[in-house]
């Protein structure tokens, strides 16, 4: 079992409270899934992508902005997630990750 039960609170007022904990066994099982997400492909497709068979064709200055920001947007969704995990794991979290 995943989850064991550990009291169950009685009350005169409301229903019955049942009070559960995450097993051992639940514990590795979450661990699992938790990396097979973090391992598992997806098939990454976005449009940018055909535009970038183009690049060569457009203004590079203009397209190397775009991409730049891009990248900016992309560190700033990943830094604070970045951060926080390796807080939760006790080391010392940087102030930004480059992408």
């Known amino acids: 079992m995943y989850i064991e039960v550990v009291e169950t ?3 005169d007022t409301r229903p019955d409270k ?3 904990r995450i097993t051992d066994k639940g514990r ?3 661990q699992k899934l938790l990396l097979d997400r973090f391992k598992e492909e ?3 497709f976005h449009l940018m992508y055909n535009a970038l068979v183009f690049a060569g064709k ?3 200055e203009k397209i190397a902005a775009i991409l730049r ?3 900016t947007e992309a560190e700033h969704q990943v830094n ?3 951060s926080d995990l390796l807080r939760a794991q006790g080391n010392r979290s940087p102030e ?3 992408i």
């Open 80 to 82: 604070p997630l970045l």
């Open 58 to 60: 457009g203004e590079r």
């Open 9 to 11: 609170i009685h009350s």
């Open 69 to 71: 920001e891009r990248v």
């Open 28 to 30: 590795a099982y979450f």
């Open 42 to 44: 997806v098939p990454l």
């Open 96 to 98: 930004r990750i480059a």
């Open 18 to 20: 049942t009070v559960f």
